[in-house]
């Protein structure tokens, strides 16, 4: 069975990002319809998969991370607008049973993923 997690990492203070917004969406002909919002626990994470079972569905997906909200939350100084606000990851889901873990390493002024583990 295929399941979708993810994580997040706050490089700027060396910790998880405890307590950020992330959205998953699917593209339907590229228009983003919004699946599930959470908001991720003390060790950064997703306490369930954002999809599994009959919700894993092959296509497209938008995973967006609420990083200007968390670090202002933390009391992090940022410019009106702020470098980054929201961080939107576009992704394919292309094999039913695999697991895919899409992690995010966020600062206010930077950000890298990949397919993890």
Same mark, same amino acid.
């Given at each position: 069975?295929?399941?979708?997690?993810?994580?997040?990492?706050?490089?700027?203070?060396?910790?998880?990002?405890?307590?950020?917004? +992330?959205?998953?969406?699917?593209?339907?002909?590229?228009?983003?319809?919004?699946?599930?919002?959470?908001?991720?626990?003390?060790?950064?994470?997703?306490?369930?998969?954002?999809?599994?079972?009959?919700?894993?569905?092959?296509?497209?997906?938008?995973?967006? %991370?609420?990083?200007?909200?968390?670090?202002?939350?933390?009391?992090?100084?940022?410019?009106? =607008?702020?470098?980054?606000?929201? +961080?939107?990851?576009? %992704?394919?889901?292309?094999?039913?049973?695999?697991?895919?873990?899409? =992690?995010?390493?966020?600062? =206010?002024?930077?950000?890298?993923?990949?397919?993890?583990?």
């Amino acid at each position: 069975m295929g399941k979708l997690t993810t994580h997040v990492l706050d490089t700027a203070n060396g910790c998880p990002a405890a307590g950020m917004v +992330v959205a998953l969406y699917r593209l339907d002909k590229g228009t983003p319809v919004l699946i599930k919002q959470i908001t991720l626990n003390h060790d950064g994470r997703a306490d369930s998969p954002l999809l599994d079972g009959a919700a894993f569905v092959p296509g497209a997906y938008r995973l967006v %991370f609420g990083v200007a909200a968390y670090f202002r939350a933390l009391g992090a100084k940022l410019d009106e =607008p702020p470098f980054l606000d929201e +961080v939107l990851l576009d %992704f394919g889901l292309a094999t039913v049973g695999s697991h895919y873990h899409v =992690p995010l390493l966020a600062s =206010p002024f930077a950000y890298s993923t990949y397919r993890g583990s």
